[in-house]
């Protein structure tokens, strides 16, 4: 059974998939030649002499990206010209030009803010930061003045492209045009993995369907939907904070206890996995390299098991929460190499010029083990805690 979220939107990543018609159509920043005259509404799209809005698309690349700057400079502060009459149809956009968010991000002096809003000269001006190309966030600009779904949602990979977006800009048309075509298309392999990414952030009544024909006759499929949004959590960059939210609802509200146990158990096991290596090859390095090399690989070890001790953080206060911690408690208490490792990292004094707050993820893990353990949430035998 797959968790009710059906009582708000939220708001995805936007995608990373590149199409090509549109941003090679527009070459420069400022697109400034008007489309023709649609049928929907007597506006254009990208008309700069009947425009009220400016909407200016700017890369917010997390700062671990490593993706080529030079890209991110071709698609910066692109500009397109809309109507505020037009683009309310979708509820992101109808509540940022709303009096209420105007007079509070007047009051805020917003910025760069991705919502930020001015208006000057009766022209409002929005930011909108992506992540990547803005291919897609632009035809879901172009269909909020066509309504021309059936000529632009024409394949399972395009619907799959603009459903994130439509759901990001709570443009709830297109959203349901584009669950209707998944619901009646083929998927690929792959495809179906997308269509699983994206099931949660779906309303009950809308999810149905899909759900029906994904693998329903597996028990395990709700726990590698989950398991995978739990690894989406911990390694999306970009807003981490805002998806580790959201997964730790999910996890409250799933049906099945049992299931949650499965998947943050082996979430665990992993990431303990990999802190446990980090620092073994941290404690134990291999001089035979040029010294900058090494020590660019030392720096590398410390990352690891810092990222991923946040991350077995986060997963012991899950485990806390949900009263499923009692594996947790035992493997801890049992990694005596493990300990060894983290005491000889430490008296080496590079850690604190590099992850200054290794030692205390490591400790609030173990004190929150520990806690849980001395109020009774979490069942133990008297030996596993005893060290």
Known sequence: MIPNSSRKRQRPPPPHHHASAIVEAFPHRTISEPSQKLPRTSFSFNDPSTADVILRFFIDRSPFDSSNPSDSARHSDLQIYLHSRVISRAKYFSTLLSDRWQHQANNHNA????????????????????????????????????????????????????????????????????????????????EEKRVLSLIPLLREEESKELLARVSPGEDDFCEEMLHGLIEKAMYSQPNMAFVKVFVAKLLRDFSSRESARRVLERAFDANLRIVKE??????????????NETEAIQRLHLHTAMTNGRH??????????????????????EQAAFTVD???????????????????????????????????TILSSRQEFAE
């Open 111 to 190: 910025g760069h803010d991705s919502r930020t809003i001015a208006n000057c000269n009766n022209m409002f001006h929005l930011n909108l930061g992506v992540h990547d190309d803005p291919t897609v966030h632009l035809t879901v600009l172009q269909l909020l003045y066509t309504y021309d779904f059936p000529t632009v949602i024409a394949s399972a990979a395009t619907a799959l492209e603009i459903l994130p977006v439509a759901l990001e800009l709570l443009f709830e048309d297109c959203v349901k045009a584009c669950v209707k075509f998944l619901e009646a298309v083929p998927w690929s392999e792959e």
């Open 278 to 291: 980090s620092l073994e090859q941290y404690s134990s390095p291999d001089f035979r390299g040029d010294h």
């Open 312 to 333: 077995l953080l986060w997963l012991v206060e899950r485990m806390i929460e949900l009263k499923v911690a009692d594996s947790a408690v035992k493997q801890w208490s």
């Open 342 to 376: 983290l005491q000889k990292a430490f008296r080496d004094d590079a850690w604190r010029n590099i992850v200054p707050g290794l030692p205390a993820v490591m400790l609030r893990c173990t004190c929150k083990l520990a806690s849980a353990v001395a109020a009774g």
